[in-house]
Every structure is written in structure tokens, then in C-alpha cells.
């Protein structure tokens, strides 16, 4: 067997080198710089991201801001525009049990009557036609859905389309009239459709009025146990049934009959 030829050599042992290279290229440098490439990447997007941190806080705190000062306005309206809680304070408490309920709607009913009638008189004009305000319902069972219309909403609420209102007045009366709902407190009104007619300086208006009325309060009382009795069938003493305090001939449970508008 003859000897190698000595470039033999150093071709096989530079394709031998190369192929430990090669080797070690693939198997550990290769994948090791593209992991080290990918924690450089990873690193870029975690500084980026701690570079936007302060921006992100600043929409947090404004957007909380936000939120505070629509709260704020919204407490304001609240407090402007619905009923207090409680007879005394002229409004209603839907925490009472529902039997004193129907009895205190009654009154309620007459207060919101009495706003409403000082209310028809703003700007001087004088009152030709007046609407009323509906009495509540009578029974204690159905009390709060047919009167205050809850659950129907989610919330307990007030809604009264009135129909029709006439007044008579100079222009500016009447004008100062219709825009004298827009601040009627406890309620948001409505007005639609004015029509003046006659000969200035005496004209008359006519407009449809609404009424809503969202009513405060955390609790609401129960429904009536089955089998209590309610409405005009509670018993005697019970409130709302004969005989309870505060009750007149012809209306249980109180609250007289209702006030009706007179120009005075």
C-alpha cells in the first residue's frame, strides 16, 4: 500500500475541520446567538413597554378624573332633579313596608300635584287648562310594579305623560314659561309641540308636558307575604285598610282627596 501524498492529508484535515465547525456552528453557536438575538429583542420590548409606563398611568389617572367629576355632575343632578327620600322631606320612601306604602303614595301623589301647580304658573301667565297627576294604585301587591314601575326598568321611576297645557300671557310670559320646566326641581319635564294663538299683547299657548321622576333609595321593601292581604282588602287598623291612621271617608290609609289647580 503506497504512502499519501501529503496534500492528501491536509485536504482531509481541513474537511475535517470544517465539518467540526460545521458541527459546532449548527449545534451550539447558531442557536445560542439566536437566543441570545431573542433576549435582545424581548429586552427591547420590555424597555419599550416600561417606556410607556407613565403615559399608561397618566390615562388611568385621567380617566379616573373622568369618571369622578361625571359622578360628581351626575350627584348634582341627582339631587336637583329627584324626589328626597321621605314624606317630610317631600318625597317618598320605598323602603316602608308596602301596605304604608299605598297609603303614603297618596300623599306623595298630592305633593308632586302641589309642585306641579306652582310650577304651571311660572312666568306670570294665567292657567286655562291644567293636567292632574294620577293617584297610585291601591294594592299593596302590585304596588311597586303598576306604581313606581319597577321592576320594569331596573329602577323605581316615575313617568307622566300629561298631555296638554294652555295658558294665556304676553309672548314673553309664555316663553318664560315653557323654558321655566327645564328647572323644575325633583323632576325632568318636558314640553313639545307650543302653539300660540290670538292677538298680542293677550295670546295663548298650548304645549304637551311630560313628566320623570326617578325615585332615590337603596332598599325596597318585600313584596307581601302570600296570603297578607292588601289594597282595599286589608284589614281593619292595617295601613291602608278602614280604620287606618290617617284615613278619610272614601280613601284609605289618608291623604284627602287630591289638590286639584286653582289660579290664584
Given at each position: 500500500?503506497?504512502?499519501?501524498?501529503?496534500?492528501?492529508?491536509?485536504?482531509?484535515?481541513?474537511?475535517?475541520?470544517?465539518?467540526?465547525l460545521?458541527?459546532?456552528?449548527?449545534?451550539?453557536?447558531?442557536?445560542?446567538?439566536?437566543?441570545?438575538?431573542?433576549?435582545e429583542?424581548?429586552?427591547?420590548?420590555?424597555?419599550?413597554?416600561?417606556?410607556?409606563?407613565?403615559?399608561?398611568?397618566?390615562?388611568?389617572?385621567?380617566?379616573?378624573?373622568?369618571?369622578?367629576?361625571?359622578?360628581?355632575?351626575?350627584?348634582?343632578?341627582?339631587?336637583?332633579?329627584?324626589?328626597?327620600?321621605?314624606l317630610?322631606?317631600?318625597?317618598i320612601?320605598?323602603?316602608?313596608?308596602?301596605?304604608?306604602?299605598?297609603?303614603?303614595?297618596?300623599?306623595?301623589?298630592?305633593?308632586?300635584?302641589?309642585?306641579?301647580?306652582?310650577?304651571l304658573?311660572?312666568?306670570?301667565?294665567?292657567?286655562?287648562?291644567?293636567?292632574?297627576?294620577?293617584?297610585?294604585?291601591?294594592?299593596?301587591?302590585?304596588?311597586?310594579?303598576?306604581?313606581?314601575?319597577?321592576?320594569?326598568?331596573?329602577?323605581?321611576?316615575?313617568?307622566?305623560?300629561?298631555?296638554?297645557?294652555?295658558?294665556?300671557?304676553?309672548?314673553?310670559q309664555?316663553?318664560?314659561?315653557?323654558?321655566?320646566?327645564?328647572?323644575?326641581?325633583?323632576?325632568?319635564?318636558?314640553?313639545?309641540?307650543?302653539?300660540?294663538?290670538g292677538?298680542?299683547?293677550?295670546?295663548?299657548?298650548?304645549?304637551?308636558?311630560?313628566?320623570?321622576?326617578?325615585?332615590?333609595?337603596?332598599?325596597?321593601?318585600?313584596?307581601?307575604?302570600?296570603?297578607?292581604?292588601?289594597?282595599?282588602?286589608?284589614?281593619?287598623?292595617?295601613?291602608?285598610?278602614?280604620?287606618a291612621?290617617?284615613?278619610?271617608?272614601?280613601?284609605?290609609?289618608?291623604?284627602?282627596?287630591?289638590?286639584?289647580?286653582?289660579?290664584?
Open positions: 500500500m503506497g504512502k499519501l501524498h501529503p496534500l492528501t492529508w491536509i485536504i482531509s484535515g481541513v474537511a475535517l475541520g470544517l465539518a467540526i460545521a458541527l459546532g456552528y449548527f449545534m451550539f453557536f447558531k442557536p445560542n446567538m439566536t437566543e441570545a438575538q431573542n433576549y429583542e424581548n429586552a427591547e420590548l420590555l424597555q419599550t413597554e416600561i417606556s410607556k409606563r407613565p403615559q399608561v398611568q397618566k390615562r388611568v389617572k385621567d380617566a379616573q378624573e373622568k369618571v369622578r367629576v361625571a359622578d360628581e355632575s351626575w350627584q348634582a343632578i341627582v339631587e336637583e332633579k329627584t324626589p328626597p327620600v321621605g317630610p322631606n317631600g318625597g320612601d320605598l323602603a316602608v313596608n308596602r301596605w304604608q306604602l299605598t297609603a303614603d303614595s297618596r300623599h306623595f301623589r298630592n305633593l308632586i300635584q302641589r309642585q306641579l301647580n306652582v310650577q304658573k311660572r312666568g306670570g301667565v294665567k292657567v286655562i287648562n291644567a293636567p292632574l297627576i294620577p293617584d297610585f294604585p291601591t294594592d299593596a301587591d302590585t304596588i311597586m310594579e303598576t306604581g313606581y314601575n319597577f321592576p320594569a326598568y331596573g329602577f323605581p321611576v316615575l313617568i307622566y305623560n300629561l298631555g296638554q297645557v294652555t295658558v294665556q300671557g304676553t309672548f314673553e309664555i316663553a318664560a314659561n315653557v323654558e321655566a320646566w327645564s328647572e323644575m326641581p325633583n323632576f325632568l319635564a318636558v314640553t313639545d309641540a307650543l302653539a300660540l294663538s292677538t298680542s299683547p293677550t295670546l295663548t299657548g298650548t304645549y304637551n308636558l311630560s313628566l320623570v321622576g326617578f325615585i332615590r333609595g337603596k332598599n325596597i321593601a318585600p313584596p307581601v307575604p302570600a296570603g297578607g292581604g292588601s289594597g282595599n282588602n286589608a284589614g281593619p287598623g292595617a295601613p291602608g285598610g278602614p280604620g291612621p290617617g284615613g278619610v271617608p272614601g280613601r284609605p290609609g289618608g291623604g284627602g282627596p287630591p289638590p286639584q289647580f286653582e289660579d290664584r
